[in-house]
């Protein structure tokens, strides 16, 4: 609580906003000659934590120059150095109990809440509040009360700072006090996304919404706020946060339609694209993985993805291209997925049947009981014509697990007619 007081009266002090019936010199104005020095020497005191000494040279500073501003700095030093009394003693030589410097009386009540006097600084911030208007001043009555465990008190005068101008910290002050103090767990909810809706989820706003949601655990709250906090702030680890929201409810449509727009994961989104059989997607983002990491792997995928997207697969320019990358990736990684789609492409539309066969035998050094590969060596023995070898191969082929693959079975069809013809022709 003292560090939150003590922000909030640096606010004051250092934005503009003191009040005093005598006209302050420029602070950038050099009034005597060991002006400067005696800064530097004050602010090496406050470096080294010898707050004393920092008050006492701010203090020679403000007697030198009549500058409020090195005042106030002398007595913030004396609050670091916990010297409460002797703030509030100075504070009372200065003001005589009038009220035309603000800032000194937010020192003093400051003072006075360290020195657990609450009542008396409850006292002084009310009136202090009343000749003010100051938000500011209206959030330290209400931590006053909240000290004194007075949260309804506390509560009114939030809102009545809040009703000035709408102040998103005012606002943050009041839905903690309402959803840990007085348990009114939903009205703290509603309170902030009623803010955000008029006036946009901000960081604070939104990281006090996540903080509550995530002690509801409401996952909807949660992606409803990260989405709105990442429009702000384009960060990946709030990124992380929505794909693995998105996970959990296996929302991959939403979740897809996220990484497009917000580029924050285009490995996930090509798994995506590759699960939903998006071919035509899988191609363009495989293609600019490529392009920004330089992995050979992503070219393999952007060529089998070009092919797999074409509707017309006869398109003897789209296979060559297709052949080309693929023989640009077996060059760097001879990996044996590849070596099989090369090998295939080659025998299924009979550009080189035998070559294909090559490729797919390499693949098999690697795989040798693969499902897949054997079935692909077979149809190259049809393609050439081999029958015997094609049928023998392919019934092996249909005793391994995944042998009854539409695909397998398509070819086993074909490869029994083709030996029934072999047969009637010796005939």
Same mark, same amino acid.
């Given at each position: 609580?003292?560090?939150?007081?003590?922000?909030?009266?640096?606010?004051?002090?250092?934005?503009g906003?003191?009040?005093?019936?005598?006209?302050?010199?420029?602070?950038?104005?050099?009034?005597?000659e060991q002006?400067? +020095? /005696?800064?530097? @020497?004050?602010?090496?005191? =406050?470096?080294?934590?010898?707050? %004393? #000494?920092?008050?006492? !040279?701010?203090?020679?500073?403000?007697?030198?120059?009549?500058?409020?501003?090195?005042?106030?700095?002398s007595?913030?030093?004396?609050?670091s150095?916990?010297?409460?009394?002797?703030?509030?003693k100075?504070v009372?030589?200065?003001?005589l109990?009038n009220?035309?410097?603000f800032?000194?009386?937010?020192? +003093? /009540?400051v003072? @006075?809440i360290?020195?657990? =006097?609450?009542?008396?600084?409850k %006292? #002084?911030?009310?009136? !202090?509040v009343?000749?003010?208007?100051e938000?500011n001043?209206?959030?330290?009555?209400?931590?006053?009360?909240?000290?004194?465990?007075?949260?309804?008190?506390a509560?009114k005068?939030?809102?009545s700072?809040?009703?000035k101008?709408?102040?998103?910290?005012?606002?943050d002050?009041?839905?903690v006090?309402l959803?840990?103090?007085?348990d009114?767990?939903?009205?703290?909810?509603a309170?902030?996304?009623?803010h955000?809706?008029?006036?946009?989820?901000?960081?604070?706003?939104?990281?006090r919404?996540?903080?509550?949601?995530?002690?509801?655990?409401?996952?909807?709250?949660?992606?409803?706020?990260?989405?709105r906090l990442?429009?702000?702030?384009?960060?990946?680890?709030?990124?992380?946060?929505?794909?693995?929201i998105?996970?959990?409810?296996?929302?991959?449509?939403?979740l897809?339609t996220?990484?497009?727009?917000?580029?924050?994961d285009?490995?996930?989104?090509?798994?995506?694209?590759?699960q939903a059989?998006n071919?035509?997607k899988?191609?363009?983002?495989?293609n600019?993985l490529?392009e920004?990491?330089a992995?050979i792997?992503?070219?393999?995928?952007?060529?089998?993805?070009?092919?797999?997207?074409?509707?017309?697969k006869?398109?003897v320019?789209?296979q060559?291209?297709?052949i080309?990358?693929?023989?640009?990736v077996?060059?760097?990684?001879d990996?044996?997925?590849?070596?099989?789609?090369l090998?295939?492409l080659?025998?299924?539309h009979?550009?080189d049947?035998?070559?294909?066969?090559?490729?797919?035998?390499?693949?098999?050094?690697?795989?040798?009981?693969?499902?897949?590969?054997?079935?692909?060596?077979a149809?190259?023995?049809y393609?050439?014509?081999?029958?015997?070898?094609?049928?023998k191969?392919?019934?092996?082929?249909?005793?391994?697990?995944g042998?009854?693959?539409?695909?397998?079975?398509?070819?086993?069809?074909?490869?029994?007619?083709?030996?029934k013809?072999?047969?009637?022709?010796?005939?």
């Amino acid at each position: 609580m003292y560090n939150y007081l003590v922000v909030l009266l640096l606010l004051f002090l250092f934005s503009g906003c003191s009040i005093s019936t005598k006209p302050q010199l420029a602070s950038n104005k050099k009034v005597f000659e060991q002006e400067d +020095k /005696i800064i530097l @020497l004050a602010l090496r005191a =406050e470096e080294l934590k010898n707050y %004393t #000494i920092a008050s006492d !040279l701010f203090n020679t500073l403000y007697k030198k120059s009549a500058k409020k501003e090195y005042l106030y700095r002398s007595l913030k030093n004396d609050l670091s150095a916990k010297q409460y009394a002797k703030v509030i003693k100075r504070v009372d030589e200065i003001t005589l109990g009038n009220f035309n410097d603000f800032n000194l009386i937010r020192i +003093k /009540i400051v003072a @006075l809440i360290n020195l657990n =006097e609450l009542e008396l600084a409850k %006292t #002084i911030s009310i009136l !202090l509040v009343q000749e003010s208007g100051e938000v500011n001043d209206y959030i330290m009555v209400s931590e006053i009360y909240v000290k004194l465990q007075k949260y309804d008190t506390a509560l009114k005068y939030l809102e009545s700072a809040y009703a000035k101008d709408y102040n998103e910290k005012v606002l943050d002050r009041l839905s903690v006090i309402l959803y840990v103090n007085l348990d009114r767990k939903k009205e703290a909810i509603a309170q902030l996304e009623s803010h955000s809706l008029i006036h946009k989820c901000s960081k604070l706003i939104c990281n006090r919404l996540l903080s509550f949601y995530s002690d509801k655990n409401d996952i909807d709250g949660l992606l409803s706020t990260y989405l709105r906090l990442y429009k702000i702030e384009k960060d990946e680890k709030i990124a992380q946060k929505i794909i693995q929201i998105y996970g959990y409810k296996k929302d991959y449509i939403k979740l897809m339609t996220f990484l497009e727009n917000s580029s924050s994961d285009d490995k996930l989104l090509l798994q995506l694209y590759i699960q939903a059989k998006n071919y035509e997607k899988a191609t363009l983002i495989a293609n600019k993985l490529y392009e920004d990491t330089a992995e050979i792997d992503y070219l393999g995928q952007n060529a089998i993805f070009t092919y797999e997207s074409a509707k017309d697969k006869n398109d003897v320019k789209m296979q060559n291209k297709v052949i080309n990358k693929l023989k640009r990736v077996i060059q760097v990684d001879d990996n044996a997925l590849y070596l099989n789609y090369l090998g295939y492409l080659l025998i299924d539309h009979e550009i080189d049947v035998k070559l294909g066969i090559e490729y797919i035998e390499k693949a098999l050094e690697q795989q040798p009981n693969s499902t897949y590969y054997l079935d692909s060596k077979a149809w190259g023995y049809y393609k050439l014509g081999e029958c015997l070898k094609a049928q023998k191969l392919i019934l092996e082929v249909m005793k391994l697990e995944g042998g009854d693959e539409p695909e397998v079975l398509k070819h086993y069809e074909k490869i029994k007619k083709c030996r029934k013809i072999k047969n009637k022709g010796k005939q």
